[in-house]
Nanobody, 124 residues
Framework: VQLQASGGGLVQAGGSQRLSCVGS????????MGWFRQAPGKEREFVAK????????QYADSVKGRFVISRENGKNTVSLQMNSLKPEDTAVYYC??????????????????WGQGTQVTVSS
């Protein structure tokens, strides 16, 4: 599985940005998909994940109520709509895929595949 993320850029605080990630292969619908981010000098952290059929979603507390994850299996795409952005949301965002695990309602996920990362910069 190869993942290609896009949609990053520079946005003002309070604004919105939408990230997309397209996956290759025929197994996309079987994957738990998610997003992580890594700010300068910090560890990569979990942001959100979505179950294979899009019925279930989990968010990190720091983005809950502001970010929305979605997917379209027919297009092999997972998206992250980011609203009410804050300067502390500035990071490189990575899409991620888990092909081994069943869905678990926790704020983390195993990762078998990573996308290449896209920079999101929120100015104050």
């Amino acid at each position: 599985v190869q993942l290609q993320a896009s949609g990053g850029g520079l946005v003002q605080a309070g604004g919105s940005q939408r990230l997309s990630c397209v996956g290759s292969g025929r197994t996309f619908g079987h994957l738990v998909m998610g997003w992580f981010r890594q700010a300068p000098g910090k560890e990569r952290e979990f942001v959100a994940k979505i179950s294979q059929g899009a019925r279930s979603k989990q968010y990190a507390d720091s983005v809950k109520g502001r970010f929305v994850i979605s997917r379209e299996n027919g297009k092999n795409t997972v998206s992250l709509q980011m609203n009410s952005l804050k300067p502390e949301d500035t990071a490189v965002y990575y899409c991620a895929a888990d092909q081994r695990s069943a869905w678990t309602p926790i704020q983390s996920m195993n990762v078998d595949y990573w996308g290449q990362g896209t920079q999101v910069t929120v100015s104050s």
